[in-house]
């Protein structure tokens, strides 16, 4: 119903994006898939108690975010695949443990989503908006996935006035060695020494690291730390059609 923000049926896709409310209307997000502003911050959340794809499980660190990225549209989700009630049987996905483990179910889940929604999102955007996407702990392999699929509808939809997706920023990436390239996108990792995530993301262009900081969680990361978030610069490319990313680390040939 529209007056609601929600379906009085269940969506016919669900399955497709277990992240949202199956009765969910552009994912759970009416005012910000409209987004008047254009201007979009996407939060990927890590394990959850179940707090997943909600605001409560950033805190104030979401509000600093957006200070720093000038960007006060946010849309929060679920890139963990359900949580602590899928890891440990409280819930419905309690028999997809090892996916929740696996990095690439978890990038093929945020793709899976992207393909579902990327459109509504840009869609909402003014001309020469952007979206940054940032993610924490298990959300990383999840955010790589939705980065691809936003890529993607944005090449179909002919997009060409601005690098849409400027920014991907992982908190504490758990898995990152295994996380997927997003080529001539701006990527930065935030480190902590902690034993969790300690793996190191090859294909990020900054990493950012506190050596003498041992928490894994959202609320350890400082002020001092979001500072160095920023969005990527990027020129037009007229033989190739693409955006070049011009603050990208050059990486060799495989």
């Given at each position: 119903?529209?007056?609601?923000?929600?379906?009085?049926?269940?969506?016919?896709?669900?399955?497709?994006?277990?992240?949202?409310?199956?009765?969910?209307?552009?994912?759970?997000?009416?005012?910000?898939?409209?987004?008047?502003?254009?201007?979009?911050?996407?939060?990927?959340n890590?394990?959850?108690?179940?707090?997943?794809?909600?605001?409560?499980?950033?805190?104030?660190?979401?509000?600093?975010?957006?200070?720093?990225?000038?960007?006060?549209?946010?849309?929060?989700v679920?890139?963990?695949?359900?949580?602590?009630?899928?890891?440990?049987?409280?819930?419905?996905?309690?028999?997809?443990?090892?996916?929740?483990?696996?990095?690439?179910?978890?990038?093929?889940?945020?793709?899976?989503?992207?393909?579902?929604?990327?459109?509504?999102?840009?869609?909402?955007?003014?001309?020469?908006?952007?979206?940054?996407?940032i993610?924490?702990?298990?959300?990383?392999?999840?955010?790589?996935?939705?980065?691809?699929?936003?890529?993607?509808?944005?090449?179909?939809?002919?997009?060409?006035?601005?690098?849409?997706?400027?920014?991907?920023?992982?908190?504490?990436?758990?898995?990152?060695?295994?996380?997927?390239?997003?080529?001539?996108?701006?990527?930065?990792?935030?480190?902590?020494?902690?034993?969790?995530a300690?793996?190191?993301?090859?294909?990020?262009?900054?990493?950012?690291?506190?050596?003498?900081?041992?928490?894994?969680?959202?609320?350890?990361?400082?002020?001092?730390?979001?500072?160095?978030?920023?969005?990527?610069?990027?020129?037009?490319?007229?033989?190739?059609?693409?955006?070049?990313?011009?603050?990208?680390?050059?990486?060799e040939?495989?």
């Amino acid at each position: 119903m529209r007056d609601l923000g929600r379906w009085t049926t269940v969506d016919p896709y669900s399955d497709v994006y277990s992240s949202f409310s199956p009765y969910s209307y552009v994912v759970n997000n009416p005012i910000n898939a409209v987004d008047p502003d254009g201007q979009l911050i996407i939060f990927v959340n890590g394990n959850h108690y179940g707090s997943g794809g909600k605001k409560e499980y950033w805190g104030s660190f979401a509000d600093k975010v957006g200070n720093q990225l000038k960007d006060k549209n946010h849309i929060f989700v679920d890139g963990s695949m359900g949580g602590y009630a899928g890891l440990y049987g409280m819930g419905p996905a309690s028999a997809y443990r090892s996916q929740h483990l696996s990095a690439t179910s978890r990038y093929k889940e945020g793709y899976a989503v992207g393909k579902a929604v990327a459109q509504a999102i840009i869609k909402g955007l003014a001309n020469g908006e952007t979206i940054k996407i940032i993610t924490h702990s298990m959300g990383g392999a999840w955010g790589r996935g939705l980065a691809k699929a936003l890529e993607k509808a944005a090449k179909e939809m002919g997009i060409k006035d601005r690098k849409l997706l400027t920014l991907i920023a992982d908190f504490d990436p758990f898995q990152a060695s295994s996380l997927v390239d997003v080529e001539n996108t701006f990527i930065q990792q935030y480190l902590h020494k902690g034993l969790l995530a300690d793996q190191r993301d090859e294909n990020a262009d900054e990493v950012h690291g506190d050596e003498e900081e041992s928490s894994h969680s959202i609320s350890s990361f400082t002020l001092e730390e979001i500072s160095n978030l920023e969005e990527g610069t990027y020129e037009w490319n007229s033989e190739t059609e693409e955006w070049d990313c011009t603050s990208c680390k050059e990486k060799e040939d495989e």
